[in-house]
């Protein structure tokens, strides 16, 4: 029964090179979410996608950054010209649905390890 | 801008006390909330999650949702040492679409012996 599943756990880059991270979501389940989570910080969201779309990207930076979601495989985040500032844990987290329960909506997501990213 | 308060703590109690932990939102039309643990290093962990005014149970954990009040609290009763984590409050607004949850920067909870 395999949960959401992250790769690498840890990924250790120099200043200007590219970070690929991996994000499998639970089975059954179409909907990704990614978020950053600075050290002391909460997490911040970054983008939302279903299966070859992009749904919401408003906490995605402009440049440098982009996410996708294929028909078949992981979803990725990628990172271009990686900066000391871009070193923290990047959390994927899916759900199966949207929903309506009683008039209110809910979204349970379940989170994978993480990955931990450090810009030298 | 969507706000999600919460005290960073730490909130230290001991092992059998209850823990209270409280959360504020500043958007009114929020109608979905959550509750995770974060133990240090790990990922976030779902609780509970609550979207009606009242108490929610489940086991030694019970939400508590007030939304005239806009706080949504979790009481964790007979604290154990394990329970010592981060809890992070998450609250949804469902309208316009999007079911994007604001985080808050979570609680430290610490339960000594």
């Known amino acids: 029964n395999a949960g959401v599943m992250q790769n690498p756990r840890h990924l250790v880059r120099r200043r200007g090179q590219e970070a690929r991270l991996r994000c499998s979501p639970m089975?059954?389940?179409?909907?990704v979410y990614w978020y950053r989570q600075l050290p002391e910080e909460g997490l911040k969201f970054m983008v939302y996608l279903q299966k070859e779309n992009i749904i919401d990207e408003s906490g995605m930076p402009k440049e440098r950054f982009s996410a996708e979601f294929p028909k078949e495989g992981p979803s990725i985040l990628r990172i271009q010209q990686v900066v000391r500032g871009d070193s923290a844990a990047y959390f994927c987290?899916?759900?199966?649905?949207?929903?309506?329960?009683?008039?209110?909506?809910?979204?349970?997501?379940?989170f994978g390890p993480g990955t931990r990213l450090t810009v030298l | 801008q969507k706000e999600v308060e919460q005290n960073s703590g730490p909130l230290s109690v001991p092992e059998g006390a209850i823990a209270s932990l409280n959360c504020t939102y500043s958007d009114r039309g929020s109608q979905s909330f959550f509750w995770y643990r974060q133990y240090s290093g790990k990922s976030p962990e779902l609780i509970m999650f609550i979207y009606s005014n009242g108490d929610k149970e489940d086991g030694r954990f019970t939400a508590q949702l007030n939304k005239a009040s806009q706080y949504v609290s979790l009481l964790i009763r007979d604290s154990q040492p394990s329970d010592s984590a981060t809890y992070l409050c998450a609250v949804i607004q469902a309208s316009g679409g999007s079911y994007i949850p604001t985080f808050g920067r979570g609680t430290s909870l610490i339960v000594h012996p």
């Open positions: 987290a899916s759900s199966p649905r949207l929903g309506a329960l009683g008039g209110s909506s809910y979204n349970e997501q379940f």
């Open positions: 089975k059954g389940h179409s909907h």
